[in-house]
Structure formats: structure tokens, C-alpha cells
């Protein structure tokens, strides 16, 4: 494994398969068609989902929610060779997908704090300028990945704004510029797996998401510096094995110091 620290990446330069959570063995025996007809139930109900979302969603978040389908059911179709357990690990990873669907394209007004979830106090944070904090609030039991993260008022407890991006992760952590303009979050995804996501503070409490990943952001930013004199041929498309870590902020909050951990491939 390769360890390398950027000490200097500029912020402004910046500009999965489903896991089973549950056994989907079935508890009692059903036929052929009773698993193709539940599996059916839940596609028909995912495609209406997808269709209400999609044309409440301004134009960057459709490319985002439509990229995200296509791999889903990339993943979705890797089938076995039994069929009654294809149908039903089908309308698990369905149903699965809706609740992503939901939990990652949220309705502006949802509620708070959302049902079924309870704080980790751990993954949140506060402003360096005490204006407001973040809190991150987890499911239970088959749910513990999913999380929301929400920017609050300090002076205003119920002025409030949901954190936009992904919602699936082990843990995540989250980082403020001491200007209070920024935020790093960093997620543990898997065994073998960390992603970072950079947001820009928009308006008020509003923070909006940089388009692409700021782990994939960073490993192209080391593939092009000086030090690394193309050493390394780095696929920032598929960073299975990678790590990142947030090392600090500049005093200005105008760059991020990260420290990256992967897989050494030569050329």
C-alpha cells in the first residue's frame, strides 16, 4: 500500500453494488410466480419513485439520479443460478433501492428528525464561527448504514437544511473551514473503501455538493503533481482499496490537506 499526503489541494481548483443487510432466504414457501409477482410490485412501485423524483429535481441532480440507476441496475442483474432465490434477492435489492432513492434525493421539508433514526453524536460537528452545527442522525437494525446529515441554527434551533449526497456509509465524519464556508465529509464505505464529498456554503444554511467525489478529485490532483513524475498509474474511477484522511485546514480555509492510501500499480 502506497501512503502519500497532499499538503497543499486548492479548494477553488476543485470547481455500489446493494449490500443484503437481511437473509433473503424465504420464510415460508412460495411459488415461482408469487416471487415474480411481489418482485413486479415493488419495480412497478421503484419506477413511479423515480418518476416523481426525477421531475421535481433541477437538471444536475436528474444526471446525478439517472448515473446512479444505471449502475444500480448494472448490480441489480448480476443473477445466480437459482430462480425463485433471483426473484427474491430481486425485490430485496428493489426495495432497497427505492428507500436510497428517497433518502438520497429528499423532499425539501422532510421531517426532523427523521423518523427511525437517532443521533450520532460522534459524526457531527461544529463551526469554527459558532453560526451552526451539524447533526447526523442514523437508522437501526437493517438500516444502520443509512444516515442524514443537517445543518442547524445554533441561534435558531428550528431553522435547519438537509445536507445533500449520499446517505449510505459505515460512519462519516465531517470537517468545517474556519470560515465556515466549507465542508468535508469523509465516509467509511466498506472493508476496503473511503470516499470524501466537498460542499460549498451556498446561502444561509444552504451548503451545495461539488460535483464529483473529492476522493476522485484528489487522486487525479496527485497523479498530475511534480512529486509523483507519473510514477503511478492511478484509476480514479474504481478506488477500491483507497483511503483518505482529512489532515487540516489552511489558516484561510482556502485549501484541505488530505493524506491518500491505496494500492501501488507501475506503469
Known amino acids: 500500500m502506497t501512503r ?16 443484503l443487510h437481511a437473509d433473503p432466504t424465504p420464510t415460508a414457501s412460495l411459488t415461482l410466480e408469487e416471487l415474480k409477482a411481489d418482485f ?15 421531475a421535481r429535481l433541477p437538471a444536475e441532480q436528474q444526471k446525478e439520479l439517472k448515473k446512479s440507476e444505471v449502475e444500480w441496475i448494472k448490480h441489480r442483474d448480476q443473477e445466480g443460478t437459482d430462480p425463485g432465490l433471483n426473484w427474491l434477492i430481486l425485490s430485496f435489492k428493489t426495495r ?20 427511525g433514526y437517532s ?11 459558532g453560526d451552526f452545527v451539524i447533526k447526523v442522525f442514523r437508522g437501526e437494525g437493517a438500516d444502520s448504514r443509512r444516515q442524514e446529515a443537517w445543518i442547524v441554527s445554533k441561534q435558531d434551533p428550528t431553522q435547519r437544511k438537509r445536507l445533500p449526497g449520499k446517505t449510505v456509509a459505515f460512519s462519516t465524519e465531517h470537517f468545517i473551514s474556519p470560515d465556515a464556508r ?28 461539488i460535483t464529483d467525489p473529492l476522493s476522485e478529485l484528489a487522486w487525479e490532483f496527485f497523479q498530475k503533481t511534480p512529486a509523483n513524475k507519473r510514477k503511478y498509474k492511478i484509476d480514479t474511477k474504481n478506488l477500491t482499496q483507497s483511503f483518505i484522511r482529512f489532515e487540516s485546514w489552511s489558516g484561510d480555509g ?14
Open 119 to 129: 443521533e450520532a453524536k460522534d459524526e457531527g460537528a461544529e463551526s469554527p464561527r
Open 4 to 19: 502519500i499526503v497532499l499538503s497543499c489541494l486548492c479548494i477553488g481548483a476543485l470547481l455500489p453494488p446493494v449490500s
Open 254 to 267: 482556502k485549501k484541505v490537506r488530505l493524506s491518500l492510501t491505496g494500492p501501488r500499480v507501475d506503469h
Open 182 to 209: 466549507w465542508i468535508v465529509r469523509r465516509q467509511h464505505d466498506g472493508s476496503q473503501e473511503d470516499s470524501a464529498y466537498l460542499y460549498r456554503r451556498k446561502d444561509g444554511l444552504v451548503f451545495e455538493s
Open 40 to 54: 413486479e410490485k415493488q419495480d412497478a412501485e421503484l419506477n413511479q419513485v423515480y418518476t416523481e423524483t426525477m
Open 96 to 115: 432497497e433501492r427505492i428507500k436510497d432513492i428517497r433518502a438520497d434525493f429528499p423532499l425539501e421539508n422532510g421531517p426532523y428528525p427523521p423518523p
